[in-house]
T-cell receptor
Framework: AQTVTQSQPEMSVQEAETVTLSCTYDTSENNYYLFWYKQPPSRQMILVIRQEAYKQQNATENRFSVNFQKAAKSFSLKISDSQLGDTAMYFCAFIESGGGGADGLTFGKGTHLIIQP | GAVVSQHPSWVICKSGTSVKIECRSLDFQATTMFWYRQFPKQSLMLMATSNEGSKATYEQGVEKDKFLINHASLTLSTLTVTSAHPEDSSFYIC????????????????FGPGTRLLVL
C-alpha cells in the first residue's frame, strides 16, 4: 500500500516570502502521479500542481513549483512570493497510473500554511 | 472547465433518517467518481469508487449497506447515508475523473465543494 507523509503540520511565513512544503511517499510502483491540492477555509479542494513520475522535469505553475526527487521519493512544493490568499491546508496526494485508476487518491495528513501580513 | 458540483452543501437531519448527496460533473463526462470523508482537522479518506453503470468498490471498513452509491450516468453519482446516526456527521466530498479531452488530464481528480452532514 502507498503512504504519503507530510511532516510539517503547520507553517507560518510573512507575505512575499518563499516557503517550501515537504512530502515524501512510499510505493513499489514505477508509474504514478503526484499532486498538491490546496484546501482554503471554504474547504473546496483546489488542484495546485501535478507531476507525472516518468517526467524528470519539475512541474511549475506560476508561483508554484515542485522539487521531484524520484529516487528519494520526495515531492516538495515551493511557493514563491507568497500571498495572503495562499493561506490554506495543503495536501500532497499520490495515485498509480495506468491501472484504470480504480483506487482513489492517497493523501498526506496536510500542512496548514499561514501567510502573515 | 472541470467543474464538479455537490448538493446539498449543508444538511441537518434526525438520527435514523436517510440522506442523499448528489455529485455532478457539469462540463465533462466522469468515467469514475470517488467519495471521500473528512473529519475536522484531518485529511481526506477514500470511502468508495464508482464507475458508471457498475457497482461501487468500497474501501475496507466502509459499510456498503450504510453508504449506498449509485453512478447512473456519466455526469451523476449519488451517496445515500442510510439510517444516519450522530457518528456519521462529517464532511463528505466527491471527486470526478474524466475522459481525456478538452484539456482534462485523465488521472487528475476534480473535486466538488463538499457536503456538511450533521446528524442530531
Amino acid at each position: 500500500a502507498q503512504t504519503v507523509t507530510q511532516s510539517q503540520p503547520e507553517m507560518s511565513v510573512q507575505e512575499a516570502e518563499t516557503v517550501t512544503l515537504s512530502c515524501t511517499y512510499d510505493t513499489s510502483e514505477n508509474n504514478y502521479y503526484l499532486f498538491w491540492y490546496k484546501q482554503p477555509p471554504s474547504r473546496q479542494m483546489i488542484l495546485v500542481i501535478r507531476q507525472e513520475a516518468y517526467k524528470q522535469q519539475n512541474a511549475t505553475e506560476n508561483r508554484f513549483s515542485v522539487n521531484f526527487q524520484k529516487a528519494a521519493k520526495s515531492f516538495s512544493l515551493k511557493i514563491s512570493d507568497s500571498q495572503l490568499g495562499d493561506t490554506a491546508m495543503y495536501f500532497c496526494a499520490f495515485i498509480e497510473s495506468g491501472g484504470g485508476g480504480a483506487d482513489g487518491l492517497t493523501f498526506g495528513k496536510g500542512t496548514h500554511l499561514i501567510i502573515q501580513p | 472547465g472541470a467543474v464538479v458540483s455537490q448538493h446539498p452543501s449543508w444538511v441537518i437531519c434526525k438520527s435514523g433518517t436517510s440522506v442523499k448527496i448528489e455529485c455532478r460533473s457539469l462540463d465533462f463526462q466522469a468515467t469514475t467518481m470517488f467519495w471521500y470523508r473528512q473529519f475536522p482537522k484531518q485529511s481526506l479518506m477514500l470511502m468508495a469508487t464508482s464507475n458508471e453503470g457498475s457497482k461501487a468498490t468500497y474501501e475496507q471498513g466502509v459499510e456498503k449497506d450504510k453508504f449506498l452509491i449509485n453512478h447512473a450516468s456519466l455526469t451523476l453519482s449519488t451517496l445515500t447515508v442510510t439510517s444516519a446516526h450522530p457518528e456519521d456527521s462529517s464532511f463528505y466530498i466527491c471527486s470526478a475523473r474524466g475522459v481525456l479531452a478538452g484539456g482534462l488530464h485523465q488521472e487528475t481528480q476534480y473535486f466538488g465543494p463538499g457536503t456538511r452532514l450533521l446528524v442530531l
